[in-house]
C-alpha cells in the first residue's frame, strides 16, 4: 500500500497567520492517464471530513480561497493563506492513484 | 441538496453481523459511484470499500475483504454495506461518501454521511 506520511501531526497557529502541512507519499501519485489524485480533507470537531482540495490544487465548491494546495510527484502542501477561527480541525490528504486509498495520519491544527 | 444518511450501526459480539445502510438524496445516485469509510475512536481514516457507478465493480481494502460486502440499491437510492464476521479492531464510526472511479482508483470525495458507530465487543 502506499505510505502517506503527514508533517508536522500537530500544528499550532495564529489567528491571522498562515499555516502550511505537508504530505509526502511512498510512490508517485501521478497516473498513467497524466492525472495526480491527491485530495485533502478537512474534520472540525466533532463532524465528518469534508473535502478542501482534489487532483492536487483544485479546489472544491464553497471552499474558501485562503486554502492552496501544491506539489507534484511524492510532496504535496496545503496551505492556509490567513488562518480563521473555523479551520481548527485536523487535515488528512488521501491518494487515490494506486490501490487502496489511502489516507495520511492526520494533522491537528489547533490555537496556540 | 446532497444528502447522505447511514443507519443501522450499534453493538455487536465479536463473530456477528451487521447491516450498515445509507440513503442518498439530492443527486442522481445511478450516476455516481459510493464508498464507505471508518474511523476507529479518535484514529484516523481508513477506506473500506467502493462500489462503481455504472460498472458494478466492487473493491474492498484486505482488512475486510471476505468478511464485508458492499451492495446498492438504485430503486431505492441506497448503499448498504453488510459487515459479517466482525472483530473488536472493526469498532469504528463507519461513514457513507459519494466517490469518484477514474481510470486508477474509486475513492471517496465531495460528500460524506454523519456516519454511524459500530462496537464491537463482548
Known amino acids: 500500500d502506499v505510505v502517506m506520511t503527514q508533517s508536522p501531526l500537530s500544528l499550532p497557529v495564529t489567528l491571522g497567520q498562515p499555516a502550511s502541512i505537508s504530505c509526502r507519499s511512498s510512490q508517485s501519485l501521478v497516473y498513467s492517464d497524466g492525472n495526480t489524485y491527491l485530495n485533502w480533507f478537512q474534520q472540525r470537531p466533532g463532524q465528518s471530513p469534508r473535502r478542501l482540495i482534489y487532483?492536487?490544487?483544485n479546489r472544491d465548491s464553497g471552499v474558501p480561497d485562503r486554502f492552496s494546495g501544491s506539489g507534484s510527484g511524492t510532496d504535496f502542501t496545503l496551505k492556509i493563506s490567513r488562518v480563521e477561527a473555523e479551520d481548527v480541525g485536523v487535515y488528512y490528504c488521501m491518494q487515490g492513484t494506486h490501490w487502496p486509498p489511502t489516507f495520511g495520519q492526520g494533522t491537528k491544527v489547533e490555537f496556540k | 441538496e446532497v444528502q447522505l444518511v447511514e443507519s443501522g450501526g450499534g453493538l455487536v459480539q465479536p463473530g456477528g453481523s451487521l447491516r450498515l445502510s445509507c440513503a442518498a438524496s439530492?443527486?442522481?445516485?445511478?450516476?455516481?459511484?459510493m464508498s464507505w469509510v471508518r474511523q476507529a475512536p479518535g484514529k484516523g481514516l481508513e477506506w473500506v470499500s467502493s462500489?462503481?457507478?455504472?460498472?458494478?465493480?466492487?473493491y474492498y481494502a484486505d482488512s475486510v475483504k471476505g468478511r464485508f460486502t458492499i451492495s446498492r440499491d438504485n430503486s431505492k437510492n441506497t448503499l448498504f454495506l453488510q459487515m459479517n464476521s466482525l472483530r473488536a479492531e472493526d469498532t469504528a464510526v463507519y461513514y457513507c461518501?459519494?466517490?469518484?472511479?477514474?481510470?486508477?482508483?474509486?475513492?471517496?470525495?465531495?460528500?460524506w454521511g454523519q456516519g454511524t458507530l459500530v462496537t464491537v465487543s463482548s
Open positions: 462500489f462503481s457507478g455504472g460498472g458494478g465493480g466492487t
Open positions: 487532483k492536487v490544487s
Open positions: 461518501a459519494r466517490a469518484y472511479c477514474s481510470s486508477a482508483t474509486c475513492y471517496p470525495t465531495d460528500y
Open positions: 439530492g443527486f442522481t445516485f445511478t450516476s455516481y459511484a
